[in-house]
C-alpha cells in the first residue's frame, strides 16, 4: 500500500513563510512519476478545499485563487516527493493540510478530490499573531 507523509507545519505570524513535504514511499509496481499530486486543506467546520496540484513530470500546475502568487507547488520525482511553499501566509490559510496522489498525468484547475487514490494523514499548519 502506498503511503504519503506530511511534514514541514507548525505555528508562524501572519506574512510568515512555510514549506511543507510530502514523501511517498517505494512500492513495487507503482511510479511517483506517472502520478498528479495535489495538495488539499480543512479547517475547522469546513469542508476540505483544493490548494494546489502539479502533473506528473511537473510541467502543469494549478493552484486556488485563494492561494494564487502566495503558494508554489513543485516536485523531485528522483525523491519521490513533492512540495508546497507557503509564502504570505494570512490567518485563513490555518488548516490541516493534506497531500494526495492520484495515477494519472495530468491534473486540472478544478482541485476534484475525487481525482485523488492516496492520501497522507495532514500535518497542522496555524497562523496567528
Known amino acids: 500500500q502506498l503511503q504519503l507523509v506530511e511534514s514541514g507545519g507548525g505555528f508562524v505570524q501572519p506574512g510568515g513563510v512555510l514549506r511543507l513535504s510530502c514523501a511517498a514511499s517505494?512500492?513495487?509496481?507503482?511510479?511517483?512519476?506517472?502520478?498528479?499530486i495535489g495538495w488539499f486543506r480543512q479547517a475547522p467546520g469546513k469542508a476540505r478545499e483544493g490548494v494546489s496540484c502539479?502533473?506528473?513530470?511537473?510541467?502543469?500546475?494549478y493552484y486556488a485563487d485563494s492561494v494564487e502568487g502566495r503558494f508554489t507547488i513543485s516536485r523531485d520525482n528522483a525523491k519521490n516527493t513533492a512540495y508546497l511553499q507557503m509564502n504570505s501566509l494570512k490567518p485563513e490559510d490555518t488548516a490541516v493540510y493534506y497531500c494526495?496522489?492520484?495515477?494519472?498525468?495530468?491534473?486540472?484547475?478544478?482541485?476534484?478530490?475525487?481525482?485523488?487514490?492516496?492520501w497522507g494523514q495532514g500535518t497542522q499548519v496555524t497562523v496567528s499573531s
Open positions: 502539479i502533473s506528473s513530470g511537473g510541467e502543469s500546475t
Open positions: 494526495a496522489l492520484g495515477p494519472w498525468a495530468r491534473c486540472n484547475s478544478a482541485l476534484d478530490i475525487n481525482d485523488y487514490r492516496f
Open positions: 517505494k512500492v513495487s509496481g507503482f511510479r511517483f512519476d506517472y502520478s498528479i
